[in-house]
Structures are given as structure tokens and as C-alpha cells.
């Protein structure tokens, strides 16, 4: 199945500032997915990156907030911008992994704490 | 009403017990049903798709009920291993190719 390389996987960043989260994938692959977990909760979507055009976005989450990046098939970024508390979060990006009985195969995510 | 709606638990079980979660989805246009697990501070990973048909992967067993929008997930001689959060995943469908995923069932299997 479809490897993902996500980084970073953690950091503690300071309000107003910004973080772009990386994924590589060994594969190409056609959509990535990028997802929230607030802590205790389950996985939200926040859009979808495919190459080539902006990345749909689920409601409630706007581009000027989670820019994101699909320059190519392997590879996406997703910047959390202007971040305050709220934003603790892990973020996770993920592709449909054809290889894996239509799973979807997630990378490692990035824990995000903003004090 | 959410997407998809899970038993939060926690399901605390002895070792060897047989325990089911059940999960119900609201989008009668989802095409692809999973089970994933997912371990404390760890990305979710795929435990098993689930068909109509239904499936079983050694101790799993998976079942869809299409007409009820009902999905359930067996555990038979559970495992101190099998703690974990198990989220039930839908495809959402019409075109829509993200997940979207239930709130996850704790389940923690004592000795």
C-alpha cells in the first residue's frame, strides 16, 4: 500500500503565527485528503487537494485560513495560518490507496499545540 | 444528526470476550463502509472493509445492512491488544470521494 511521509509530526507554535504541514507519498495519486482531530473528537475533513486545481473545502473551513498546496501526484502541503489556541489540534493527510482494498491510507499526522 | 453515529464506549471487556459495535450512517448514497482502528496518538489504519455480503478476517466480522444503514463490526476472543478506538468510516458518495468517520467506540480489554 501507498506510504506517506508526513512532517512535521509535532510542533508548539505561537499565536498569529503560521505552520505548513508536509506529505510525501511514494505513489501518484490523484486526491489527498487533509483532516483535523481535535483532541477526544473523530476526524473532520477540511478539503480535498487535487493537482492542478484549488482544493475543495469543507464548510466551515476557508482558504485564507488552511491554504493548501498540490504542486504534483506525490505531494501536498496545508499551512495553518494566523493559528491561536483553537487550532491544537492533530492534522493528518491522507489518499485513497488503490493497493489496500480501497482503504484509505492516512500519513503519521502532525501534532499541533499553539500556546 | 451526524453522518455517522457510533456508541462512544468505552466497552470494557475481559480477555476472550466476544464484543460488537454498531454504527449507523445517514447518506443512503454511500458506496464504501470501513472499520478502522486507531491506537492512542497514532494515525487511524484501516482494519477491514465491509460488504453487503459481509466479511470476516479471523477474529473480525464485518456486517452492512443496506436497507437500515447499519453497520456492525465482531470481535470474537478478544485480545489485550485489541484496546483501541474503532471508527467506523463511510465514503460519502454522489461523487464525494473523503471519508467521513464516526466519533469511534473506545474499547479496553482488561486481563
Same mark, same amino acid.
Given at each position: 500500500?501507498?506510504?506517506?511521509?508526513?512532517?512535521?509530526?509535532?510542533?508548539?507554535?505561537?499565536?498569529?503565527?503560521?505552520?505548513?504541514?508536509?506529505?510525501?507519498?511514494?505513489?501518484?495519486?490523484?486526491?489527498?485528503?487533509?483532516?483535523?482531530?481535535?483532541? &477526544?473528537?473523530?476526524?473532520?475533513? +477540511?478539503?480535498?487537494?487535487?493537482?492542478?486545481?484549488?482544493?475543495?473545502?469543507?464548510?466551515?473551513?476557508?482558504?485564507?485560513?488552511?491554504?493548501?498546496?498540490?504542486?504534483?501526484?506525490?505531494?501536498s502541503?496545508?499551512?495553518?495560518s494566523?493559528?491561536?489556541?483553537?487550532?491544537?489540534? +492533530?492534522? *493528518?493527510?491522507?489518499?485513497?490507496? *488503490?493497493?489496500?482494498?480501497? &482503504?484509505?491510507?492516512? &500519513?503519521?499526522?502532525?501534532?499541533?499545540?499553539?500556546? | 444528526?451526524?453522518?455517522?453515529?457510533?456508541?462512544?464506549?468505552?466497552?470494557?471487556?475481559?480477555e476472550?470476550?466476544?464484543?460488537?459495535?454498531?454504527?449507523?450512517?445517514?447518506?443512503?448514497?454511500?458506496?464504501?463502509?470501513?472499520?478502522?482502528?486507531?491506537?492512542?496518538?497514532?494515525e487511524?489504519?484501516?482494519l477491514?472493509?465491509?460488504?453487503?455480503?459481509?466479511?470476516? /478476517?479471523?477474529r473480525?466480522?464485518?456486517q452492512?445492512?443496506?436497507?437500515?444503514?447499519?453497520?456492525?463490526?465482531?470481535?470474537? /476472543?478478544?485480545k489485550?491488544?485489541?484496546?483501541?478506538?474503532?471508527?467506523c468510516?463511510?465514503?460519502?458518495?454522489?461523487?464525494?470521494?473523503?471519508?467521513?468517520?464516526?466519533?469511534?467506540?473506545?474499547?479496553?480489554?482488561?486481563?
Amino acid at each position: 500500500s501507498a506510504v506517506i511521509s508526513q512532517k512535521p509530526s509535532r510542533d508548539i507554535c505561537q499565536r498569529g503565527t503560521s505552520l505548513t504541514i508536509q506529505c510525501q507519498v511514494d505513489s501518484q495519486v490523484t486526491m489527498m485528503f487533509w483532516y483535523r482531530q481535535q483532541p &477526544g473528537q473523530s476526524l473532520t475533513l +477540511i478539503a480535498t487537494a487535487n493537482q492542478g486545481s484549488e482544493a475543495t473545502y469543507e464548510s466551515g473551513f476557508v482558504i485564507d485560513k488552511f491554504p493548501i498546496s498540490r504542486p504534483n501526484l506525490t505531494f501536498s502541503t496545508l499551512t495553518v495560518s494566523n493559528m491561536s489556541p483553537e487550532d491544537s489540534s +492533530i492534522y *493528518l493527510c491522507s489518499v485513497e490507496d *488503490l493497493e489496500a482494498t480501497y &482503504g484509505y491510507t492516512f &500519513g503519521s499526522g502532525t501534532r499541533l499545540t499553539v500556546v | 444528526r451526524k453522518e455517522v453515529e457510533q456508541d462512544p464506549g468505552p466497552f470494557n471487556v475481559p480477555e476472550g470476550a466476544t464484543v460488537a459495535f454498531n454504527c449507523t450512517y445517514s447518506n443512503s448514497a454511500s458506496q464504501s463502509f470501513f472499520w478502522y482502528r486507531q491506537d492512542c496518538r497514532k494515525e487511524p489504519k484501516l482494519l477491514m472493509s465491509v460488504y453487503s455480503s459481509g466479511n470476516e /478476517d479471523g477474529r473480525f466480522t464485518a456486517q452492512l445492512n443496506r436497507a437500515s444503514q447499519y453497520i456492525s463490526l465482531l470481535i470474537r /476472543d478478544s485480545k489485550l491488544s485489541d484496546s483501541a478506538t474503532y471508527l467506523c468510516v463511510v465514503n460519502g458518495g454522489t461523487g464525494r470521494r473523503a471519508l467521513t468517520f464516526g466519533s469511534g467506540t473506545r474499547l479496553q480489554v482488561q486481563p
